[in-house]
């Protein structure tokens, strides 16, 4: 009789995307880090992407392949068309096809928007959007071909994007980085929309603010700490961890029906706390 625990440690119910192939982009730091490894600990081989710092890609492959599940590193710049198709027809050599893609890789450059350069809007539009678009498309190549496989998921496919509150909340002196995320939002649900109907489920998870180093300054000192959570009714600052969770649950047949929608985990922020006294 076996105890109901693989060779991983985790409880047979706990591995929830057992057998399925994922691929996260940006994954060897952040929120994309938490994520594919959270993805690796329900069950799912991993493509960990990254575009810079190969022995932190390695740090995280290691610590999946932990769970008894296969991984590895890749290389590749999502803003680049030759890369993004190279990736994934290696990944398809490599793991046979992929059921999951967590488009995750974005990035900031801030300035006021009467400073803000064309090379500073065109990069975060770059990796941001056309990245995640890239991916996207690539994957639902793939599903497309391939088609459902019942006895792996319901679904033909899953996309997750990675979106951020600020698709919806303005972000002064962070225009190039609203604009993007705005985009990923009308992105994700005219692909869903159009995949949809051919077994396809496209959603977003747009985190709130989260421990990350991209906004290190934000919540390193008590009172910036103290500021940020004047935004947040739930009165913390989210962990990787957070976002890891969710997108795993997204992108199992437990949300089997949730298509073109996005979960927002952020301890409230969109509730606009600054309305519970005003208005």
Avoid at 114 to 130: A, G, I, P, Y
Avoid at 155 to 161: E, H, L, Q, R
Avoid at 244 to 264: H, N, Q, R
């Amino acid at each position: 009789m076996t105890s109901g625990v693989d060779s991983g440690g985790q409880t047979d119910s706990l591995r929830i995307l057992r057998g399925q192939k994922a691929l996260v982009t940006g994954a060897n730091s952040g929120i994309g880090k938490a994520t594919a490894i959270r993805l690796g600990q329900a069950g799912a081989d991993v493509v960990v992407n990254y575009v810079f710092g190969r022995e932190d890609a390695e740090a995280v492959v290691k610590e999946i392949e932990g769970f008894g599940v296969r991984a590895y590193a890749h290389e590749a710049d999502v803003s680049q068309e030759d890369q993004v198709v190279g990736m994934f027809a290696h990944m398809v050599e490599q793991f046979g096809t992929i059921d999951i893609l967590v488009a995750n890789a974005g990035l900031q450059r801030d300035a006021a928007s009467v400073e803000m350069t064309l090379d500073q809007w065109r990069k975060v539009l770059d990796v941001n959007l056309t990245g995640q678009f890239l991916c996207a498309r690539e994957a639902a190549k793939e599903f497309l071909r391939r088609g459902v496989v019942p006895e792996v998921s319901r679904a033909a496919g899953k996309i997750v994007c990675m979106s951020s509150v600020h698709q919806i909340i303005p972000w002064a002196g962070h225009v190039n980085y609203a604009a993007s995320k705005g985009g990923v939002l009308m992105m994700m649900q005219t692909l869903a929309q159009e995949l949809g109907p051919q077994g396809i489920r496209v959603n977003a998870v747009a985190p709130g603010a989260i421990r990350t180093p991209i906004n290190r300054s934000a919540w390193e000192t008590a009172e910036a700490e103290a500021e940020l959570l004047k935004l947040i009714p739930y009165r913390r600052v989210g962990d990787p961890k957070d976002i890891a969770d969710a997108v795993t649950v997204l992108a199992s047949d437990l949300m089997d029906y949730v298509v073109g929608t996005t979960l927002y985990v952020d301890g409230g922020m969109t509730l606009f706390p600054g309305f519970a006294t005003g208005g």
